[in-house]
């Protein structure tokens, strides 16, 4: 059955690593800071989270994985890509299996974080691609699809042979919000087939998967077949990381809801992926913010956290009780 994991960065503290604990969680998300990417640092950390009963399932550097150099195939790349590969090392030698990639050199784009029609008067991030594409380029100018495409064949080129040597496996997020273009910047993976696309490039390496963003698939229309694609991608284990998230709508206008508020059925989805056989780790992705609007709320994600672990403890007795009395429709 899947695992439920909580975000954090390198820099939590005890309290927050018991809060964690508390919660009944053990796996632990962690996205390391710059200053800690070496050895003894991501040691460190495993030992504090060891001795709160945590264990680090998967880990990235947002440096490093949402980085310009890298994506854009600016000067530098190639110190980039060396970083990034040393930080794969490390996490080898650390034990933890999976390393991120998500091809947004400008990270996520949306309009704003505040208070919307659907977010019962808290602050969520909420998109307007009417709003998105009328500004201007993000960049030094505007890149085409081939551009984005060739670099990322050239850093997995690179970075793929040291996946396999330290036995660490690359979770590419699609971007989001998942389109074509937005403000001069081409998406890698903006729906099934560009993963498909992805995945042909690596030669099918097992060292290449998806973190399967919920919420990208439920923000576009033409992303895919959502249950489909759980099935297809858990059938050729390409699902490394769950993210699980609602939305109150399709683009071009969406906002991040409660996992009850938005249009999805989420229950639903987490049922196919364990009926798919999917049982890796599962985490809530994105919260409420604070009201200052700078970094997401603990009170928020604990109720997005236990209302996740709410659905899986149910899903897991319907389970249970379907084994217990011969199937499905006995």
Not at 73 to 90: A, L, S
Not at 157 to 181: G, K, Q, S, T
Not at 190 to 206: D, I, R, V
Request: with cysteine; net charge negative; hydrophobic share 35%.
């Amino acid at each position: 059955m899947m695992k439920v994991q909580a975000n954090c960065s390198s820099r939590m503290t005890d309290e927050e690593m018991q809060a964690v604990r508390g919660m009944g969680i053990r796996y632990l998300a962690v996205n390391f800071l710059p200053d800690a990417v070496d050895y003894d640092s991501v040691m460190r950390f495993a030992e504090r989270a060891a001795a709160h009963d945590l264990q680090i399932a998967d880990a990235g550097c947002p440096a490093l994985q949402k980085c310009p150099e890298i994506h854009l195939g600016k000067p530098g790349r190639d110190e980039w890509i060396e970083k990034y590969n040393n930080f794969t090392r490390v996490l080898g030698k650390a034990g933890i299996k999976v390393n991120y990639i998500a091809w947004q050199p400008n990270g996520i784009f949306r309009s704003r974080i505040g208070v919307g029609k659907y977010t019962r008067g808290e602050k969520a991030m909420i998109c307007d691609m009417d709003e998105l594409y009328a500004r201007p380029v993000a960049n030094d100018r505007a890149y085409t699809q081939e551009e984005i495409w060739d670099n990322f064949k050239y850093f997995l080129d690179r970075a793929l042979p040291v996946c396999e040597e330290a036995d660490v496996r690359l979770a590419l997020h699609p971007n989001d919000p998942p389109v074509p273009e937005v403000c001069g910047v081409p998406s890698l993976i903006w729906n099934t087939e560009c993963y498909k696309k992805a995945f042909e490039l690596a030669g099918n390496s097992p060292y290449l998967g998806m973190k399967m963003c919920v919420g990208c698939w439920l923000e576009s229309r033409e992303f895919g077949d959502l249950m489909e694609d759980i099935r297809t991608f858990t059938e050729q284990g390409k699902i490394f990381v769950v993210h699980f998230r609602n939305v109150s709508g399709t683009m071009p206008y969406f906002e991040e809801t409660l996992m009850e508020d938005g249009y999805a059925d989420m229950y639903g989805i987490l049922e196919q992926l364990a009926r798919c056989g999917y049982d890796g780790q599962i985490n809530i992705d994105h919260s409420f913010f604070n009201p200052d609007g700078k970094g997401m709320s603990k009170t928020s994600e604990a109720y997005f956290m236990g209302y996740l672990k709410g659905m899986l403890g149910s899903l897991e007795r319907q389970l249970r009780l379907e084994r217990e009395n011969g199937g499905r429709n006995a």
